[in-house]
């Protein structure tokens, strides 16, 4: 989805921006969770497993990363982080075969300017999604919960609840208002940001507004999706959402270094993120605000080892059984050339994972089935360049010198006013959806 809104904006059928997913606003920084921030619309889809998309492939290899090929990314980095004006990024490209590449660039803290390093742990934002949706995947494998239940099986009074799946959840194709566009959410978050927030705080938000469209109509990213389907998890397991995740999810993967947080608490060594996209324009350090606001659409932290891991696991279904990763990677249009989203995860031109937005940092996790590549990308700031997630930038530049024939890429969303009259700045979104925030 940012708080963490990755992928979201406008939204087909009258939804509005949205905060995670992949755009943005002065206060839509919230989008939690990263994903295109413009929200795609395409046309009516079968009901069931729908037939995999096309994924970019091609038999040219990538480059070794070799010091020639170093050499050019340090440069490009470099160039991207003086145009974008981020504070800093960590890097990580793994290719069997062709060598790694991990670096950082810039600095972690404005302040005293301490440089970023590759330990740093980071705010995900909707990189969070491929978590929550991998742990109902994990209840579908236990036989508790099966993907085409209806939601009103778990939470009461969702706005055509009975109609809508726990699959087109997942697919971001419920017709659900996400909360993260809805102007009193944004008032009240951006002016509190310490606030504490209920889930079914966050539903109310959502289900104030009247459904878009029919379930499986089109894709059309919301946050709202991933918050019921953390309820959907916790009523399947009995157990609350950080607790399945981390003996379903983050147990069984070794992510030691990711978490759910319970509150504001962020393990040291980390980043301070920063934002200028609030009610007057000015820049925050946001490293500490409250992320209930995001909970299971974007409120996870983690760093660039356990993300290197994850991208692959989430990618291979290691966690899950082959039938259950299979409906998982059969991707759906989106309405942005190259980009297909699946159960909780997208495919960008080949590239399988989620991106990630929230207020005060951004970040990529994808793998290249293809050639087993992996790209992590982590910066200290949402800010946007040019319409586009800085996250995003980083990206393209750095696959169209390793992987040219599979380079990431995440249409910018256009202007649109800020949600909140009394928002200073003009909401500049973010680069896009994705096989999805957060």
């Given at each position: 989805m940012s708080r963490t809104h990755t992928w979201h904006r406008t939204g087909c059928g009258g939804?509005?921006?949205?905060?995670?997913?992949?755009?943005?606003?002065?206060?839509?920084?919230?989008?939690?969770?990263?994903?295109?921030?413009?929200?795609?619309?395409?046309?009516?889809?079968?009901?069931?497993?729908?037939?995999?998309?096309?994924?970019?492939?091609?038999?040219?290899?990538?480059?070794?990363?070799?010091?020639?090929?170093?050499?050019?990314?340090?440069?490009?980095?470099?160039?991207?982080?003086?145009?974008?004006?981020?504070?800093?990024?960590?890097?990580?490209?793994?290719?069997?075969?062709?060598?790694?590449?991990?670096?950082?660039?810039?600095?972690?803290?404005?302040?005293?300017?301490?440089?970023?390093?590759?330990?740093?742990?980071?705010?995900?934002?909707?990189?969070?999604?491929?978590f929550t949706v991998t742990a109902l995947l994990r209840l579908v494998d236990e036989g508790k919960v099966r993907?085409?239940?209806?939601?009103?099986?778990?939470?009461?009074?969702?706005?055509?609840?009975?109609?809508?799946?726990?699959?087109?959840?997942?697919?971001?194709?419920?017709?659900?208002?996400?909360?993260?566009?809805?102007?009193?959410?944004?008032?009240?978050?951006?002016?509190d940001p310490d606030r504490v927030f209920t889930p079914q705080q966050l539903l109310d938000y959502a289900f104030k507004h009247p459904v878009g469209f029919q379930p499986g109509e089109r894709f059309q990213y919301s946050n709202t999706n991933t918050i019921l389907l953390g309820l959907v998890i916790e009523r399947a397991s009995g157990l609350s959402l950080r607790e399945y995740l981390d003996r379903g999810v983050l147990g069984p993967a070794g992510l030691g270094n990711t978490l759910f947080p319970e509150g504001t608490e962020f393990p040291e060594p980390h980043a301070q993120g920063y934002t200028d996209q609030t009610l007057d324009g000015e820049e925050a350090n946001a490293t500490d605000w409250d992320p209930s606001w995001a909970w299971a659409a974007g409120a996870m932290i983690s760093d660039l080892?356990?993300?290197?891991?994850?991208?692959?696991?989430?990618?291979?279904?290691?966690?899950?059984?082959?039938?259950?990763?299979?409906?998982?990677?059969?991707?759906?249009?989106?309405?942005?050339?190259?980009?297909?989203?699946?159960?909780?995860?997208?495919?960008?031109?080949?590239?399988?994972?989620?991106?990630?937005?929230?207020?005060?940092?951004?970040?990529?996790?994808?793998?290249?089935?293809?050639?087993?590549?992996?790209?992590?990308?982590?910066?200290?700031t949402d800010n946007p360049y040019k319409g586009n997630e800085n996250s995003t930038v980083f990206a393209k530049a750095i696959t169209g010198i390793v992987t040219p024939e599979n380079v990431y890429s995440l249409p910018a969303a256009p202007a649109s006013p800020p949600p909140t009259a009394s928002a200073a700045s003009s909401e500049a979104s973010a680069a896009a959806a994705e096989s999805s925030a957060g």
């Open positions: 939804t509005g921006h949205s905060r995670s997913g992949y755009g943005r606003s002065a206060a839509v920084t919230l989008a939690a969770a990263g994903l295109l921030a413009a929200v795609a619309c395409t046309g009516p889809a079968s009901s069931g497993p729908p037939a995999a998309s096309p994924t970019a492939t091609s038999a040219a290899s990538p480059r070794a990363l070799d010091p020639a090929v170093a050499k050019r990314l340090d440069k490009a980095i470099t160039q991207v982080l003086r145009q974008t004006g981020v504070p800093g990024v960590i890097v990580g490209v793994w290719q069997p075969g062709k060598g790694d590449y991990v670096r950082a660039f810039g600095v972690a803290d404005k302040s005293s300017g301490k440089a970023m390093s590759p330990d740093l742990r980071m705010r995900i934002g909707s990189e969070t999604k491929t993907l085409d239940d209806p939601v009103s099986d778990y939470v009461d009074g969702v706005p055509n609840g009975e109609n809508i799946t726990l699959r087109q959840l997942a697919e971001m194709r419920s017709g659900l208002y996400s909360y993260t566009d809805d102007p009193g959410f944004d008032k009240a978050f951006m002016s080892p356990d993300l290197r891991d994850w991208a692959r696991i989430a990618a291979t279904g290691t966690l899950l059984k082959p039938a259950t990763q299979a409906q998982r990677l059969r991707t759906l249009p989106t309405g942005f050339p190259g980009t297909g989203y699946g159960l909780g995860i997208f495919d960008n031109h080949g590239w399988i994972g989620h991106n990630g937005s929230l207020p005060g940092y951004q970040s990529v996790t994808v793998y290249l089935p293809r050639t087993k590549a992996t790209l992590v990308i982590l910066t200290n």
